[in-house]
């Protein structure tokens, strides 16, 4: 049994787009507050959309979500310019 068996496609659907909505803002502030649990859930919540035929954009994710596999401590950390 999927961990999305009994919602909606409706539901399913809002669910991946919301992640897109929330990565746009962070985009738009300048802040990570999406991670890669965000990551894996969207990738998830695709595969799931994909299974039940529906259609979808895929999430552009930034550079430091890019590769999931890739441990977070080996990425750059962000400075601030003055």
């Given at each position: ?30 802040t ?22 529906l ?28």
């Amino acid at each position: 049994m999927s961990e999305f068996s009994g919602l909606s496609d409706h539901f399913i659907m809002r669910m991946h787009e919301f992640i897109r909505n929330e990565l746009q803002a962070d985009a738009l502030a300048g802040t990570r507050l999406i991670g890669l649990p965000a990551r894996h859930r969207a990738d998830r919540l695709f595969k799931e959309i994909e299974r039940r035929g529906l259609v979808c954009r895929p999430i552009e994710w930034p550079e430091h979500l890019a590769d999931p596999s890739r441990d977070p401590a080996d990425r750059p950390l962000r400075t601030i310019e003055n």
